[in-house]
């Protein structure tokens, strides 16, 4: 669990959460808990701090997670067994409905760092990228 992640929405103010794992660009919704304001306590919109949130990724500006947050996840993680833990479906049993958290890979990867994307492709490769947009990046 990634703790203290600061999330920004658009034209309100920013609030902390702990997120179950971190956000992929395939997400639609970005869950988390505890969320508070960013002096720490429980905002007035919400009805009972134990819940577990779901927010939809279009009204996110962007998600600041702090490297400690990281580090933390990759202790965490490390005293945690990961032995059988490859390609296996991380579920949270006290989400609704058993939503699925992300696999494994995708949490061990994005704590401790990938040289290889999930897709199978080398890291840096330009491959399925279009290459007008990868002409703009390079003049940029």
Known sequence: ?????VVHLANEQP???DLLVPPT???SCLVCRNMRTMSG???VWVDNADSTFLVPVFQIRFVEIPATSYAEAAADDAAAPAAGRTGE???????????????????DAAVWGSEQPP???PAGSDEGLDGDLLRR???A
Do not use: H
Request: charged share 25%; aromatic share 2%; glycine share 12%.
């Open 41 to 43: 306590k429980k905002p």
């Open 25 to 27: 660009p395939a997400d």
């Open 119 to 121: 897709d199978g492709q």
């Open 15 to 17: 609030f902390m959460v």
């Open 89 to 107: 479906t991380i579920v949270d049993e006290s989400l609704p409905g058993g939503l699925s958290g992300g696999t494994a890979d995708a949490v």
């Open 1 to 5: 669990m990634l703790r203290n992640a």
């Open 137 to 139: 990046i390079r003049e």
